[in-house]
């Protein structure tokens, strides 16, 4: 199985990431995760990272793609992945389609994940990652309706996405998301 997660700060990408990874036995690449753990080792590079993340701005392609490259080619020979977070712009959708390409593999369904503003913000302030401030919360949220809602519109045109109500239980949304995939 080949997913992608799309979807708004707070929107369950994490957490559908993990519940579906486990169910379909593939990897969860989440881009923000993978990032961070370049912030841990402490690189240069991982300080350039940090620079973004800290106010919530898109990390520049080149980087993006230089950390989270391997991480999907390994995955996909392994049989298969949860892509949550990535790509998240249009150029970063265009990169992963070639990607695919050249790897001969396609994804399932790119599933949008609809949460309303209000209710992202409540479950991120409830969580309080380091940039879960108030502030940086807004402009995260700005900055994915701005750069990242194209995307809704990109795979719906290739007849390859799947909305779902993302304000349902945690439960409730994986199940959608497993029945729905496996009919494609
Ligand atoms: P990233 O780590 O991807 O963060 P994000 O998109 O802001 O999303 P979150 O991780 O905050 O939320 P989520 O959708 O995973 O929801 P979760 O399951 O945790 O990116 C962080 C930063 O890294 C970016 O700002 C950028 O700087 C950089 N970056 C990453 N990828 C990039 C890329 N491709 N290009 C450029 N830059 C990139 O849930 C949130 C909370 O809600 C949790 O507490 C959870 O328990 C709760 N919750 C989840 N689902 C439900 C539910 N159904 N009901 C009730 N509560 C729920
Ligand atoms: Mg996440």
């Given at each position: 199985?080949?997913?992608?997660?799309?979807?708004?700060?707070?929107?369950?990408?994490?957490?559908?990431?993990?519940?579906?990874?486990?169910?379909?036995?593939?990897?969860?690449?989440?881009?923000?995760?993978?990032?961070?753990?370049?912030?841990?080792?402490?690189?240069?590079?991982?300080?350039?990272?940090?620079?973004?993340?800290r106010r919530g701005d898109l990390v520049p392609d080149q980087i993006v793609f230089d950390l989270v490259?391997?991480?999907?080619?390994?995955?996909?020979?392994?049989?298969?992945?949860?892509?949550?977070?990535?790509?998240?712009?249009?150029?970063?959708?265009?990169?992963?389609?070639?990607?695919?390409?050249?790897?001969?593999?396609?994804?399932?369904?790119?599933?949008?994940?609809?949460?309303?503003?209000?209710?992202?913000?409540?479950?991120?302030?409830?969580?309080?990652?380091?940039?879960?401030?108030?502030?940086?919360?807004?402009?995260?949220?700005?900055?994915?309706?701005?750069?990242?809602?194209?995307?809704?519109?990109?795979?719906?045109?290739?007849?390859?996405?799947?909305?779902?109500?993302?304000?349902?239980?945690?439960?409730?949304?994986?199940?959608?998301?497993?029945?729905?995939?496996?009919?494609?």
């Amino acid at each position: 199985m080949r997913l992608l997660l799309l979807g708004a700060p707070g929107s369950g990408k994490g957490t559908q990431g993990q519940r579906l990874a486990s169910h379909f036995d593939v990897q969860h690449v989440a881009s923000g995760d993978v990032l961070r753990a370049e912030v841990r080792a402490g690189t240069p590079l991982g300080r350039e990272v940090a620079s973004y993340q800290r106010r919530g701005d898109l990390v520049p392609d080149q980087i993006v793609f230089d950390l989270v490259t391997p991480v999907v080619v390994a995955a996909a020979a392994r049989g298969g992945y949860i892509l949550d977070g990535f790509p998240r712009t249009v150029p970063q959708a265009i990169e992963a389609a070639d990607l695919g390409r050249r790897l001969d593999v396609t994804l399932d369904a790119a599933v949008y994940l609809n949460v309303p503003d209000s209710v992202l913000t409540e479950r991120l302030l409830a969580r309080a990652r380091a940039d879960d401030s108030a502030e940086v919360i807004r402009h995260r949220l700005q900055v994915f309706t701005k750069t990242s809602s194209p995307l809704i519109d990109y795979y719906r045109d290739r007849g390859i996405l799947m909305e779902v109500d993302g304000s349902q239980s945690a439960e409730a949304i994986t199940a959608e998301i497993k029945s729905r995939a496996s009919g494609r």
